[in-house]
């Protein structure tokens, strides 16, 4: 695995992959790498030629000082990571890469509602802070196939209607959640959770089946209600439990609609806010 640090040698030697027609996979990540980034590196590389990933932790995604400051890091398990899983090449760049001056991080993109529903309502200016580093790092690289984790589905999402909206012709596959043994979604921020934590955070996933089980026949709002209630007193904190559409995420009240359908969930257990999400209709 070749590593860049810096995006003028990275583009030169793009360019000279480019010019041999190869098709290049990327895969944008934060780090701490867990066995989920794995499965979107090994998409990759059954789909395209070159697999590039990028470690950078975007400061201006974070709308809480002390979750950027608490993201986990492990850079050399994850250099360890990529070579074992047969990257070709990493892209870690210093923030002065990305963002040379403070004028640099404050592009807007009309992402529309998308924006500020769930995961935005909750996060405020999170899809601009991940358009902006998404824009740049789509520009550096110009893949042809993009990877990304189901997990962060709203994202998911957001990063289409960017690759819509810069008018780039880059595919894109959403790869399904992988999960611990006890169900829960894998997840850099799993690291802060200990053993027990991480069994009760698994509660998340077994909701969002129970609701899914029970759904068409009973209704949304009182499966919603009850799963919350019983959330909160088992100590976690919910940000949101939703069904929405699995397109556009328009939220609804109930399972009645031909659409393909998605439960999304977001909570805090203790520190750690996790999320999750499972689709009802396909
Ligand atoms: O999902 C992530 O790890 C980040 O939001 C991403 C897409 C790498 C942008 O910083």
Not at 52 to 63: E, Y
Not at 94 to 105: H, L, R, V
Request: hydrophobic letters at 40%.
């Amino acid at each position: 695995m070749i590593v860049f640090k810096h995006s003028k040698y990275l583009r030169l030697y793009l360019g000279y992959i480019k010019r041999k027609g190869l098709s290049i996979g990327f895969v944008p990540t934060m780090g701490a790498l867990h066995e989920g980034h794995l499965s979107l590196i090994s998409q990759s590389r059954k789909n395209t030629d070159i697999t590039i990933c990028s470690i950078f932790v975007n400061p201006v995604q974070f709308n809480n000082k002390d979750d950027f400051q608490k993201y986990p890091s492990s850079i050399e398990n994850d250099i360890l990571l990529l070579e074992e899983a047969g990257c070709d090449i990493l892209f870690m760049p210093e923030e002065q890469e990305i963002y040379p001056d403070d004028a640099s991080k404050v592009k807007h993109f009309d992402i529309g509602l998308i924006e500020n529903i769930l995961e935005g309502k909750f996060r405020p200016g999170h899809f601009q802070g991940v358009c902006n580093v998404v824009e740049k790092l789509l520009k550096i690289i110009e893949p042809s196939h993009l990877f990304l984790g189901q997990k962060d589905y709203q994202q998911c999402l957001v990063i289409s209607r960017l690759i819509q909206l810069l008018n780039l012709n880059i595919g894109i596959s959403i790869c399904p959640i992988l999960r611990e043994p006890v169900g829960l979604a894998m997840s850099s921020r799993n690291r802060r959770l200990n053993e027990n934590e991480r069994k009760n955070a698994a509660i998340l996933y077994e909701t969002l089946n129970n609701i899914r089980n029970k759904l068409p026949e009973e209704n949304f709002l009182k499966l919603k209600q009850a799963a919350i209630s019983d959330l909160e007193n088992k100590g976690f904190k919910i940000d949101y439990l939703e069904l929405a559409k699995s397109d556009d995420l328009e939220i609804l009240e109930n399972s009645n609609s031909n659409n393909s359908l998605i439960l999304l969930i977001a909570a805090f257990l203790n520190e750690v806010r996790l999320i999750d999400n499972l689709m009802v209709k396909d």
